[in-house]
């Protein structure tokens, strides 16, 4: 018996870390980065509809470049079915948490690496950062912009991978 469980612990551990592994690989910042620069100061008619007709909201959004960068939002609770972004920014939040992205109310140290997530006014506002660094500029739909400034809005949190 002890070693039956055994063998079943070691291939979980191996299972797990295969997934972290590829979950940390798969995205790619600049990828998302590039579909930001393409899409911020319109709209990608491959997701029209889902919020309204002729928009998109900024989780939305950020959702679409994180899943151009490779970033799977499939297993998160709150994503749309049929597109896998999410409307709220809270849901977006939490699945970028549940990936194991690391999460901070203060910017950390070596700055935002190229690809992290700013969210503003206590989880009302979303936005991509574009240019990474200790004064990130952002890229974010509501109002449209791309190479903004991140200085505005109470209650940020920081959302990024990496060892930053």
């Known amino acids: 018996m002890l070693y039956l469980w055994a063998a079943f612990s070691l291939c979980f551990f191996f299972l797990f870390s295969i997934y972290l592994i590829g979950t940390s690989i798969s995205y790619r910042p600049s990828q998302a980065v590039a579909y930001a620069r393409r899409w911020a100061y319109s709209r990608n008619p491959a997701y029209i509809g ?3 007709p002729d928009t998109d909201e900024s989780a939305s959004f950020i959702s679409q470049c994180l899943i151009a960068g490779g970033f799977s939002t499939s297993e998160c609770p709150g994503n749309n079915g049929k597109y896998n972004t999410f409307s709220y920014v809270q849901n977006l939040e939490n699945c970028l948490v549940q990936k194991g992205w690391k999460k901070s109310t203060s910017m950390p ?7 992290s997530v700013i969210t503003f006014y206590n989880g009302g506002h979303v936005a991509l950062v574009v240019k990474g660094g200790t004064n990130p500029l952002i890229a974010s739909h509501t109002t449209d912009v791309y ?8 209650g940020k949190k920081y959302f990024w ?4």
């Open 50 to 52: 889902f919020d309204d």
């Open 109 to 115: 140290s070596k700055g935002m690496p190229l690809g």
């Open 147 to 154: 190479g903004g400034s991140s200085n505005f809005g109470y």
């Open 161 to 164: 991978t990496g060892d930053n």
